[in-house]
């Protein structure tokens, strides 16, 4: 099974925009042969988290239809990233759109200090089938204790699925722990992140795969927009550029 991790300049407070350009990616990817894509944290409003009152949306909101129609159409799963409007309050929110499925919700289960002042934390862990694998999604900062990972081990997953937002220092800090935890549990990671501006900091992209014992399998650089490719099969991966219609 092919999966691919996004690395991406989301546009600040551009739903539209960053919209139309998810819609090139997930093309793009399935292009490639892949049967899940997933996005930097936030994606579709950019790591905003000052502007995510004015930006949330529900998991129903018309605005995602025509990313639940892509992946109807392509059978492909989709994992990006939005300011979630709940009856709890406003969470940092992974819509998962499914082909010929309901859209599943994920939220971030463990918020940084800074966040709090602007989002409350989900409370269900999350399992999701895309093609032949069960995977466990994350989102940034929650990705950084292995308890979270090891909980979705627990509910079946064979593969940990990480969307952040990231600076330099958390891209460093992440080169360091996510290998441990994919080599502790046995399972492949794939992380996307952002690159580029993203709130008071800037995104350092380094999005990567690692295999089930730890070994990097592919990562991209701190600069420039593409995709990592991972091939469950066989265990590999590989980087590719965005194509230029993305930008």
């Known amino acids: 099974m092919k999966l691919c991790a996004v690395q ?28 899940l894509v997933v996005f930097p944290e936030l994606s579709l409003s950019g790591y905003e988290p000052a502007l995510a009152r004015q ?7 018309d605005r995602l239809e025509p990313l ?20 709890d309050g406003i969470q940092i929110g992974m819509p998962i759109l499914r082909p010929g499925k309901a859209p599943l919700a994920y939220a971030k289960q463990r918020l940084h200090d800074d966040e709090l002042a602007f989002f409350v934390a989900g409370e269900q862990p999350v399992v999701f089938t ?17 308890e979270h990972a090891a909980q979705a081990h627990v509910l079946g997953a064979q593969l940990y699925l990480v969307s952040v937002a990231k600076t330099a220092q958390g891209i460093r800090e992440g080169n360091e722990h996510y290998p441990e935890v994919a080599r502790t549990l046995g399972i492949p990671l794939l992380i996307a992140n952002c690159v ?9 992209g380094g999005s990567a795969a690692w295999d089930s014992q730890g070994t990097l399998l592919a990562a991209l650089d701190d600069r420039h927009e593409g995709m990592i490719v991972l091939d469950t099969d066989n265990s590999s991966a590989m980087g590719v550029a965005l194509d230029s219609a993305v930008g």
């Open 196 to 204: 580029g501006p993203a709130d008071n900091f800037i995104g350092a």
């Open 55 to 61: 930006l949330a949306l529900p998991l129903n909101a």
């Open 8 to 35: 991406l300049t989301s546009r600040k407070g551009d739903l539209q925009g960053n919209l139309a350009r998810h819609v090139r990616c997930i093309e793009q990817a399935a292009a490639l042969g892949a049967e």
């Open 130 to 146: 895309a093609g032949q694998l069960q995977v466990g999604p994350a989102i940034c900062y929650e990705s950084m204790f292995i």
């Open 68 to 87: 639940q129609a892509l992946c109807d159409r392509l059978n492909i799963c989709a994992a990006v990233g939005l300011p979630l409007l709940t009856a």
